[in-house]
């Protein structure tokens, strides 16, 4: 990705050192741009994510961060800013495991918990950017979400809804905030054979359903993270500079 272009300054990922996470940092880096990314827990899985994207020669750090405190991610995302001098890009990759359950099945509790983690978490880290790309003249935001926002299925409604109102909040974001400059998109993921889907769920999918899956998808097979990385960062790019506002579909053609 040599021809990619960014306007000055870094790419922050929230939620760097997971599947798509983490190739999306690296896609990053490889197309030239420095990238400071995000993890909440797992400091041996981004010291790895670091490794391998600063081999592309450019800035690569990490912090931790839990993205719904609201002022701790305002406090990083400055930080950043005052570093680098500008955010040229901010990208929402970041998302709780969740389990697959019935509507009637799942607790209140457990609903508002997966909205904190990622709904709420979502709108911190866009709540903090803001400001901040206002300031500068502009900037990308990107949020990972799901193909499964606009095909439902049974079971799945903890990964489709908050990602929904992801949506939706980016949507409104892009309209409220062009005049400064400011694009914002999601990339709606089909399903990947890494990450998630290629450890079953954590054991709540066999091999059988994976296939099944694969078999409805029109391209015929699974998609990988890179697949979303590289969307990702063309989004963020000079070359995307009149899309904004849009939720684009990767996943082989499984949401027609």
Request: proline share 3%; aromatic share 8%.
């Amino acid at each position: 990705m040599a021809d990619i272009n960014f306007s000055k300054g870094v790419a922050f990922v929230a939620g760097g050192s997971g599947g798509i996470g983490a190739a999306i940092v690296e896609a990053f880096a490889e197309a030239g741009s420095a990238v400071v990314f995000t993890y909440h827990s797992n400091k041996d899985a981004a010291e790895q994510v670091k490794s391998k994207a600063a081999a592309h020669g450019v800035d690569v750090e990490y912090h931790q961060l839990a993205l719904h405190d609201d002022q701790a991610t305002a406090q990083c995302l400055q930080a950043v800013q005052q570093k680098y001098g500008a955010i040229h890009s901010v990208v929402y990759a970041a998302g709780p495991g969740i389990p697959v359950n019935f509507v009637g099945k799942i607790t209140f509790a457990y609903w508002k918990k997966t909205f904190d983690q990622d709904t709420h978490a979502c709108f911190s880290l866009v709540h903090g950017a803001l400001p901040l790309l206002k300031a500068q003249g502009g900037g990308s935001i990107c949020a990972i979400t799901t193909t499964q926002a606009t095909r439902h299925l049974p079971l799945s409604v903890l990964s489709s809804a908050p990602k929904a109102a992801v949506e939706s909040l980016l949507e409104v974001v892009a309209k409220e905030n062009g005049r400064y400059g400011i694009r914002a998109n999601s990339i709606r993921s089909g399903w990947l054979a890494g990450g998630k889907l290629g450890k079953g769920m954590d054991g709540q999918m066999d091999d059988k359903a994976i296939q099944q899956i694969a078999a409805q998808v029109p391209l015929g097979e699974l998609g990988t993270p890179e697949d979303i990385a590289h969307a990702t960062v063309f989004l963020a790019s000079s070359k995307a500079r009149y899309i904004s506002g849009v939720n684009i579909a990767v996943d082989g053609g499984w949401h027609l």
